[in-house]
């Protein structure tokens, strides 16, 4: 059966068509195979983060702490290496670990209880952002290993670079979880309806939990692939980014409300965001500028969200 024409579902590509046809006419340089690399380098770390929020949003939660987590693991990974003389092998998974750990206390704060997601990631995003200052001063951390630079600067046969491959691996695993696994299908029950999720026999907090857990992970992987990009660990990084990856996949259609949307629209969400942001840098737009355009591209699109998913409500009441 021929799958019918969505345009709810199609809007993010069009968008994304749009932005770049009139990037590529009134701003020179853009429309080039050098700025089309800049851009996927820019979003990689963003893209990491977006996958999973998607978990989050989609079982019904949000996670407002991964942007400064990934401070904490980039400074953590950091003074293993520099202070304690670990190898980057082994200071790297002592920094996922610290992902694993913060996302499992999200899980469990707001699953056993009952705290709103909302405030809870907020408490923890503040308490990440002192620990990481703490630890380091308020001081940037140096004197990385050369061999760590691989994973933020490196390039695949001198082409492709490494911190976009970790990205492209990432979504594609995140993506398969959520559309062809039993797991998938039980975030997007939790988040359409939790009670009914219940009912049916889902484990419903142990799920929760793992949604944190994962997008502590992932937070992560983006702190370690940040600090090498930077050649540093630095307790600034990833500072507002977790509001980034969340314009990334509400554009991309997945709703704040939890159980709808897919994850491969984050990835036209996180591309017009990318893309977004690189043309009005190449345009010499103000960072003041660009804010106030995300802050305007947030609302509106939930907006629009709202108020379809109402309307349809409506309807099918008056049916």
Not at 92 to 114: D, E, M
Not at 310 to 318: A, T
């Amino acid at each position: 059966m021929k799958k019918k024409f969505s345009l709810k579902e199609q809007a993010v590509w069009l968008m994304l068509i749009g932005l770049i046809i009139i990037f590529s006419v009134t701003v020179p340089n853009f429309a080039t195979t050098g700025n089309l690399v800049t851009i996927l380098r820019q979003v990689s770390n963003i893209g990491i983060l977006a996958v999973g929020m998607t978990f989050v949003l989609i079982s019904g939660g949000i996670d407002l702490s991964i942007g400064n987590l990934m401070g904490l693991v980039g400074v953590t990974t950091a003074l293993m290496m520099v202070q304690y003389n670990l190898t980057p092998v082994v200071a790297c998974l002592l920094g996922l670990a610290v992902g694993l750990v913060v996302g499992l206390i999200n899980g469990l704060f707001i699953t056993y209880t009952k705290m709103p997601p909302l405030i809870a990631t907020l408490g923890m995003s503040y308490a990440v952002r002192g620990l990481a200052y703490i630890i380091t001063g308020g001081y940037p951390v140096y004197g990385l290993p050369s061999g760590i630079k691989v994973l933020g600067q490196g390039y695949l046969f001198g082409v492709i670079p490494v911190c976009v491959l970790i990205m492209v691996v990432i979504i594609i695993i995140g993506a398969f979880t959520m559309n062809r696994t039993h797991i998938g299908r039980q975030f997007y029950a939790i988040g359409s309806n939790e009670e009914a999720a219940r009912l049916s026999g889902l484990k419903v907090q142990r799920v929760r939990v793992l949604t944190y857990v994962i997008a502590g992970f992932l937070a992560a992987i983006s702190g370690i692939v940040m600090m090498s990009r930077v050649n540093s660990g630095q307790p600034l990084s990833g500072n507002q980014m977790e509001m980034d990856a969340l314009i990334a996949c509400v554009v991309g259609g997945i709703s704040v409300t939890g159980g709808e949307g897919k994850a491969t629209g984050m990835i036209g969400g996180m591309l017009v965001m990318g893309v977004l942001a690189n043309g009005m840098a190449v345009a010499g737009l103000s960072e003041y500028m660009q804010m106030l355009v995300k802050g305007l591209v947030l609302v509106g699109v939930v907006a629009v969200d709202c108020f379809t998913k109402n309307y349809s409500f409506k309807r099918m009441l008056k049916k």
